[in-house]
């Protein structure tokens, strides 16, 4: 398998901009979650999905923020308008069941 | 609640084996991880240990699980250069997937 596939794995964008991150879950896993790393913050839980249901989207920072999992191999992250402040880098990880979290590459995400 | 602590910053001379600590704070936790991530990749799982257990070794590390003061550690042998990356611990707590990151050791392996 080829893992986590994530794209754009950069992405360079004005505030005010929308910016739409894609994620590619491992084949047969049920569960994905969308993360954000800063130096600040570290690693935050943003939205988690099973089954292609939203479980758990208390991380998700404000209304700018959507996140869509239309099907089993298929998600994205969306910010609408993004600042500054979004800049960060936006992991997706799957899991199969109660299991070990596989991590994709990530998305940088700087906004000027 | 989930809160995991760790401490930033390591350096090690190539050879000398590493010790990167971490505590936390949900006593239900059912699985401890440790997570490497390399510059510009993403979180690598390195290996778990149940929290039943008390150590679990696999190859050059060993895990360390102090369940009464909520202490986990990661021993690394005979440290190589390759092994230079942030190191992080993340706790899950049973019927809950998510998982709490601690911010991440960075540990830097000098030759």
């Known amino acids: 398998d080829a893992g986590v596939i994530q794209s754009p794995r950069h992405e360079v964008t004005e505030m005010g901009q929308e910016v739409t991150l894609r994620c590619k879950p491992i084949s047969g896993h049920d569960y994905l979650f969308w993360y954000r790393q800063t130096m600040m913050r570290g690693l935050e839980l943003l939205i988690y999905f099973n089954n292609n249901v939203p479980i758990d989207d208390s991380g998700m920072p404000e209304d700018r923020f959507s996140a869509k999992m239309p099907n089993a191999s298929f998600s994205t992250l969306k910010i609408q308008p993004s600042e500054p402040r979004d800049s960060a880098v936006y992991f997706c990880?799957?899991?199969?069941?109660?299991?070990?979290?596989?991590f994709g590459p990530g998305t940088r995400l700087t906004v000027l | 609640g989930e809160d995991v602590e760790q401490s930033l910053f390591l350096s090690v001379r190539e050879g000398d084996s590493s010790v990167i600590n971490c505590t936390y704070t949900?006593?239900?936790?059912?699985?401890l991880y440790w997570y490497k991530q390399e510059p510009g990749a993403g979180l690598q799982l390195l290996t778990y240990?149940?929290?039943?257990?008390d150590m679990k070794q696999d190859q050059r590390l060993t895990v360390l699980l102090n369940k009464k003061d909520k202490h986990l550690s990661l021993r690394i042998a005979d440290t190589q250069t390759g092994d230079s990356a942030i190191y992080f611990c993340a706790e899950k707590t049973g019927g809950n997937n998510r998982l709490a990151f601690g911010k991440g050791n960075q540990v830097v392996v000098i030759p």
């Open positions: 990880a799957s899991t199969q069941g109660p299991n070990t979290q596989y």
């Open positions: 240990i149940f929290s039943n257990m």
């Open positions: 949900d006593s239900s936790s059912t699985y």
